[in-house]
Nanobody
Framework: QVQLVESGGGLVQVGDSLRLSCAASGRTFSSWAMGWFRQPPGKEREFVAAISRTGGVTYYADSVKGRFTISRDNTNNTVYLQMNSLKPEDTAVYYC???????????????????WGQGTQVTVSS
């Protein structure tokens, strides 16, 4: 069982930065690949970024590549999403998710993830 709690969302202006955090419970955090997803208003939840269990592999949606960075701290059971150059279309509820991973791989498939956080709202105002 893994519990995930996101934090760091808020209301920002276009071009600003935010760092989201996702704190995970449990002693086997390093066995889980992690992902960030987002759900814009009135739309389906979509993949944003993923990181492998060791942090050696990362993958991004094209819409955030070059602006967002995913990272993790396995000592403190936390995964981060650094978001720079924010745009109005980044407005969404952001969720972190965990999937047990035997290998150092990532997945972009929402259905592959076993556990989800409650989400944190990010609003980018123009």
């Amino acid at each position: 069982q893994v519990q995930l709690v996101e934090s760091g969302g808020g209301l920002v202006q276009v071009g600003d930065s935010l760092r989201l955090s996702c704190a995970a419970s449990g002693r086997t955090f390093s066995s889980w690949a992690m992902g960030w997803f987002r759900q814009p208003p009135g739309k389906e939840r979509e993949f944003v970024a993923a990181i492998s269990r060791t942090g050696g592999v990362t993958y991004y949606a094209d819409s955030v590549k070059g602006r967002f960075t995913i990272s993790r701290d396995n000592t403190n059971n936390t995964v981060y999403l650094q978001m720079n150059s924010l745009k109005p279309e980044d407005t969404a509820v952001y969720y972190c998710a965990a999937v047990w991973s035997r290998d150092n791989v990532v997945t972009t498939r929402r259905s592959s993830y076993d556990y989800w956080g409650q989400g944190t709202q990010v609003t980018v105002s123009s």
